[in-house]
T-cell receptor
Framework: NAGVTQTPKFQVLKTGQSMTLQCAQDMNHEYMSWYRQDPGMGLRLIHYSVGAGITDQGEVPNGYNVSRSTTEDFPLRLLSAAPSQTSVYFC?????????????FGEGSWLTVV | AQKITQTQPGMFVQEKEAVTLDCTYDTSDQSYGLFWYKQPSSGEMIFLIYQGSYDEQNATEGRYSLNFQKARKSANLVISASQLGDSAMYFCAMREGRTTDSWGKLQFGAGTQVVVTP
């Protein structure tokens, strides 16, 4: 049981480049989300999805795109990377309403934009 | 406005002692959930304990217990018999509401860094 898998773990980008952070879960969870963690702060929600084909914005969505074509995968796209997007990114998944209270996190992806 | 407040940026605790990490929250929802996560220096987020707003008993998980005071809107984490491996950043988080839309949306505090000394 792999849980929540994020790739890559580390990435350095140049300003203006685009990239995709991959997230996959094998627990058949309806709910998936992306957070970013900046130094000295807690995690902040970027985008989330309540099921395949459904996505919505979180607290800090600007500069990021998401899609959810399958239950398992929830990639996060940086369209034109900026130094302000240097952060640690976490993908998370959980069951939908009424089924369990645990939210599972991936191991994180460290992104540096130079 | 900050929904989750952790007022202790850092704490030192001696091995085998208990430590209490403070967390206060702000919500107008009747239904909400409170989570505590541990983040060691390796960076992963480790789930520790959960308390639902309608739970009458304080949550416990091994050496972790949650001191839930609903009227005061506080959800303090107590770690008993601290171990060197407990050194980490600890985050309090809240989920508001019980709709499908809210189920996986967490709001985090800024965290408390705990250092356990021999």
């Amino acid at each position: 049981n792999a849980g929540v898998t994020q790739t890559p773990k580390f990435q350095v980008l140049k300003t203006g480049q685009s990239m995709t952070l991959q997230c996959a879960q094998d627990m058949n969870h309806e709910y998936m989300s992306w957070y970013r963690q900046d130094p000295g702060m807690g995690l902040r929600l970027i985008h989330y999805s309540v099921g395949a084909g459904i996505t919505d914005q979180g607290e800090v969505p600007n500069g990021y795109n998401v899609s959810r074509s399958t239950t398992e995968d929830f990639p996060l796209r940086l369209l034109s990377a900026a130094p302000s997007q240097t952060s640690v990114y976490f993908c998370a998944s959980s069951y939908g309403t009424g089924t369990g209270n645990t939210i599972y996190f991936g191991e994180g992806s460290w992104l540096t934009v130079v | 406005a900050q929904k989750i407040t952790q007022t202790q940026p850092g704490m030192f605790v001696q091995e085998k002692e208990a430590v209490t990490l403070d967390c206060t929250y702000d919500t107008s929802d009747q239904s909400y959930g409170l989570f505590w996560y541990k983040q060691p220096s390796s960076g992963e987020m480790i789930f520790l304990i959960y308390q639902g707003s309608y739970d009458e008993q304080n949550a416990t998980e091994g050496r972790y217990s949650l001191n839930f005071q609903k009227a005061r809107k506080s959800a303090n984490l107590v770690i008993s018999a601290s171990q060197l491996g407990d050194s980490a950043m600890y985050f309090c988080a809240m989920r508001e509401g019980r709709t499908t839309d809210s189920w996986g949306k967490l709001q985090f505090g800024a965290g408390t860094q705990v250092v356990v000394t021999p």
